[in-house]
């Protein structure tokens, strides 16, 4: 991380401006949207919650992981108003997914990586490889959110740039921890 985007030596993103969207094809409309980044919050939250379970003996990684937990149930919280404005009617979980029809509940988090998977994948990995895993799905929510930004109503733009926003703000917090273990 040292030196920031002018040190980078890896990878470079390729593909069009519509790259990442594909988890969004089912969505038709605004409330599919909602629904299906309420969906991808609550894996995120799956997947800290249990990242943090198994580094729950390095203290300093573990209270960063759980509030990253209770940020993503603040994302979740802000989505689930934004969907009951543009419905014009109370909604709850459940509701989201129902919209969803059968696309998941939480089993998929942002960056499309199922959460199982995931966490199957952190056994036996150290605090840097978590913290990089970790850092590639906020990239890729930030990235997703700010195309989503785009293509929402115009009256729901506020929720997802407020999450890109947010996003952005646990990629540096990861990325800060990550600077002081190496």
């Known amino acids: ?6 040190a980078w030596e890896g990878k470079v ?24 980044a309420w969906a991808m919050e609550e894996g995120s939250r799956r997947f800290y919650q249990g990242a943090c379970e198994r580094l729950r003996a390095d203290a300093e990684a573990a209270r960063l992981l759980g509030e990253l937990v209770h ?9 689930l108003a934004g969907y009951e404005h543009l419905a014009g009617k109370p909604a709850d979980p459940a509701s989201l ?15 499309g990586v199922p959460v199982a998977a995931a966490l199957a994948w952190l ?8 913290l ?19 293509r929402v109503d115009a009256e729901l733009r506020w929720i997802f740039a407020g999450l890109a926003r947010e ?5 540096e917090r990861l990325a800060g921890l990550l600077d002081r273990r190496l």
């Open 1 to 6: 991380m040292e030196g920031g985007i002018r």
């Open 13 to 36: 993103a390729t593909g069009g401006v519509e790259a990442g969207m594909a988890f969004f094809t089912p969505a038709v409309g605004t409330l599919q949207m909602v629904a299906l």
């Open 71 to 79: 940020a993503e149930e603040e994302h979740k919280r802000g989505l």
């Open 97 to 111: 997914v129902q919209e969803l029809a059968g696309t998941g509940s939480g089993d998929t988090m942002e960056g």
């Open 123 to 130: 056994e036996g990995k150290d605090l840097a490889v978590v």
């Open 132 to 150: 990089e895993l970790a850092m590639g799905l906020e990239i890729n929510a930030y990235d997703l959110y700010i195309k989503m930004e785009r």
């Open 167 to 171: 996003e952005q703000r646990h990629l």
